[in-house]
């Protein structure tokens, strides 16, 4: 099989070929669109504008383009955040008299050493042995009511975000324990503590307006005219105090905006959340032989007075209410034991004391009992802080005009349904971490205490100082 021959002839014996010359861009374009139909056109004209566009964004947006400068920074939402920002806190160091010393001063005085023992939250309360769950048994103690100066200087200590360098501090703590000074009637250690602590540099910086102090008790112990009325102090009388440094205090005054109201100390101090969750499956599973407990007894100098009409109503109703007698200071420790007793028994817990605040108030919702107001002072206007926003939804409220005039207790509570009273128990129970303070120094894990949210508080509060102008000069140092 041969090739095929080829018809092309020698190009050497015919001589070279004219090239034909390349087309130039333009006919090239030119050819080409005019092969297309209006639909491509269309097609063609979007592509190339969105081309245009994404060039323009690329060049023009500073994240984006590439600089020789530095290297692209990360977006703010990538960047770690600082939980401690604008909440570190200074502790002060001060000269153990007005702490230390004033504690061991209480002890020698009153002969009541175990006051503060197991870090400061007191005796154990092995006689609730048989009335809460032995597996947390060991988180009960017979905690003193105005121990709150004490154990909030052990919390600060371990606070998360305490500092060291004062000048990186948001707002300063004070551990005075002014309480204690009252208590022992160290008045003049008062006087020396004001004086201590306006010459110091960082008090100097905002005449204390970014300082704050945890008083333990209730405000009015500290709003005496004279010190010798025979108890309490003029500290919130001091201008240096009353108009710059924010106070914690158990009751505070309503027309006080520098004043932080914050829960009792109850005798339950859970070691984590656990122990929370336990006791919540234990009162919600409570069964309960009583529509309400009352705690007191009358006041013979007070005639017709609200406590001596409530008694009354619940000795009338001995099946329906449930008594503990404290008159004559008869609710010690076996007391307190009849007091928790009683409160896990009953739906309701009627809430009437010496002042407008009272420690009954968070044993009661400690419970599970649902507490009974005669006045918006003893909870609503108090602890804002801890408690639901709507009064409803966890307690009673009866004026305490309308029980003087004969409004019948057991009438108004036994009104309400069972899916009612249990509602409202739900959400006692839900609010219940929030009126407690943990065993740990350093809290809970996961779950706010009383002293976290009153932190919070504090550093919401020192925040609308600033926002008033009520800083002070902040001169140089």
Same mark, same amino acid.
């Given at each position: 099989?041969?090739?095929?021959?080829?018809?092309?002839?020698?190009?050497?014996?015919?001589?070279?070929?004219?090239?034909?010359?390349?087309?130039?861009?333009?006919?090239?374009?030119?050819?080409?669109?005019?092969?297309?139909?209006?639909?491509?056109?269309?097609?063609?004209?979007?592509?190339?504008?969105?081309?245009?566009?994404?060039?323009?964004?690329?060049?023009?947006?500073?994240?984006?383009?590439?600089?020789?400068? @530095?290297?692209?920074?990360?977006?703010?939402?990538?960047? &770690?955040?600082?939980?401690? #920002?604008? =909440? /570190?806190?200074?502790?002060? !160091?001060?000269?153990?008299?007005?702490?230390?010393?004033?504690?061991?001063?209480?002890?020698?005085?009153?002969?009541?050493?175990?006051?503060?023992?197991?870090?400061?939250?007191?005796?154990?309360?092995?006689?609730?042995?048989?009335?809460?769950?032995?597996?947390?048994?060991?988180?009960?103690?017979?905690?003193?009511?105005?121990?709150?100066?004490?154990?909030?200087?052990?919390?600060?200590?371990?606070?998360?975000?305490?500092?060291?360098?004062?000048?990186?501090?948001?707002?300063?703590?004070?551990?005075?324990?002014?309480?204690?000074?009252?208590?022992?009637?160290?008045?003049?250690?008062?006087?020396?503590?004001?004086?201590?602590?306006?010459?110091?540099?960082?008090?100097?910086? @905002?005449?204390?307006?970014?300082?704050?102090?945890?008083? &333990?008790?209730?405000?009015? #112990?500290? =709003? /005496?005219?004279?010190?010798? !009325?025979?108890?309490?102090?003029?500290?919130?009388?001091?201008?240096?105090?009353?108009?710059?440094?924010?106070?914690?205090?158990?009751?505070?005054?309503?027309?006080?905006?520098?004043?932080?109201?914050?829960?009792?100390?109850?005798?339950?101090?859970?070691?984590?959340?656990?122990?929370?969750?336990?006791?919540?499956?234990?009162?919600?599973?409570?069964?309960?032989?009583?529509?309400?407990?009352?705690?007191?007894?009358?006041?013979?100098?007070?005639?017709?007075?609200?406590?001596?009409?409530?008694?009354?109503?619940?000795?009338?109703?001995?099946?329906?209410?449930?008594?503990?007698?404290?008159?004559?200071?008869?609710?010690?420790?076996?007391?307190?034991?009849?007091?928790?007793?009683?409160?896990?028994?009953?739906?309701?817990?009627?809430?009437?004391?010496?002042?407008?605040?009272?420690?009954?108030?968070?044993?009661?919702?400690?419970?599970?009992?649902?507490?009974?107001?005669?006045?918006?002072?003893?909870?609503?206007?108090?602890?804002?802080?801890?408690?639901?926003?709507?009064?409803?939804?966890?307690?009673?409220?009866?004026?305490?005009?309308?029980?003087?005039?004969?409004?019948?207790?057991?009438?108004?509570?036994?009104?309400?349904?069972?899916?009612?009273?249990?509602?409202?128990?739900?959400?006692?129970?839900?609010?219940?971490?929030?009126?407690?303070?943990?065993?740990?120094?350093?809290?809970?894990?996961?779950?706010?205490?009383?002293?976290?949210?009153?932190?919070?508080?504090?550093?919401?509060?020192?925040?609308?100082?600033?926002?008033?102008?009520?800083?002070?000069?902040?001169?140089?140092?």
């Amino acid at each position: 099989m041969s090739l095929p021959i080829s018809d092309h002839r020698s190009t050497e014996l015919e001589g070279p070929k004219e090239q034909p010359k390349s087309p130039n861009l333009k006919s090239i374009v030119k050819s080409f669109l005019s092969h297309l139909t209006p639909l491509h056109h269309a097609f063609l004209l979007l592509v190339i504008l969105s081309q245009v566009i994404l060039v323009l964004y690329v060049t023009r947006n500073p994240k984006l383009s590439p600089s020789s400068e @530095s290297p692209a920074q990360p977006s703010p939402e990538f960047q &770690a955040v600082d939980e401690c #920002d604008s =909440r /570190r806190i200074y502790v002060y !160091d001060l000269p153990p008299m007005f702490n230390y010393e004033l504690k061991n001063n209480v002890c020698n005085q009153t002969n009541y050493c175990d006051r503060y023992s197991n870090d400061n939250f007191g005796p154990a309360a092995k006689e609730l042995a048989g009335i809460v769950p032995e597996s947390i048994l060991p988180a009960w103690y017979w905690s003193d009511v105005y121990s709150g100066d004490v154990l909030y200087h052990g919390r600060m200590l371990n606070y998360k975000c305490r500092t060291l360098e004062p000048e990186s501090a948001t707002a300063f703590y004070i551990p005075f324990y002014a309480g204690l000074a009252v208590e022992v009637e160290y008045h003049w250690r008062l006087e020396m503590f004001i004086k201590s602590v306006q010459e110091d540099k960082w008090w100097k910086r @905002s005449n204390g307006s970014d300082h704050f102090i945890m008083l &333990a008790r209730t405000t009015w #112990d500290f =709003r /005496r005219s004279r010190e010798d !009325d025979g108890w309490g102090s003029s500290f919130l009388s001091v201008p240096e105090i009353l108009e710059h440094v924010v106070h914690l205090s158990v009751e505070r005054n309503l027309w006080d905006d520098l004043e932080v109201a914050v829960p009792y100390p109850t005798v339950f101090h859970p070691r984590s959340e656990s122990d929370i969750v336990e006791w919540q499956s234990f009162v919600r599973s409570r069964q309960r032989n009583h529509l309400f407990t009352f705690l007191g007894g009358p006041r013979e100098f007070i005639e017709n007075g609200l406590r001596g009409v409530l008694q009354k109503q619940c000795l009338d109703e001995p099946i329906a209410c449930r008594q503990v007698d404290c008159y004559g200071n008869n609710c010690g420790v076996d007391g307190t034991k009849a007091i928790m007793a009683a409160f896990l028994d009953s739906d309701f817990c009627l809430q009437e004391g010496d002042a407008f605040s009272k420690h009954a108030v968070f044993e009661c919702m400690l419970a599970g009992s649902i507490p009974v107001f005669f006045s918006p002072e003893t909870a609503y206007w108090q602890y804002e802080l801890f408690m639901p926003v709507d009064p409803e939804s966890y307690s009673v409220f009866i004026h305490h005009d309308d029980v003087s005039n004969g409004t019948d207790i057991k009438r108004v509570l036994g009104g309400y349904g069972r899916e009612e009273v249990e509602r409202m128990r739900e959400k006692v129970i839900e609010y219940m971490p929030r009126f407690l303070y943990a065993k740990s120094s350093q809290g809970l894990e996961e779950t706010r205490d009383a002293f976290d949210i009153a932190i919070e508080g504090v550093l919401s509060k020192y925040k609308a100082h600033m926002e008033r102008g009520r800083i002070g000069n902040w001169n140089e140092i």
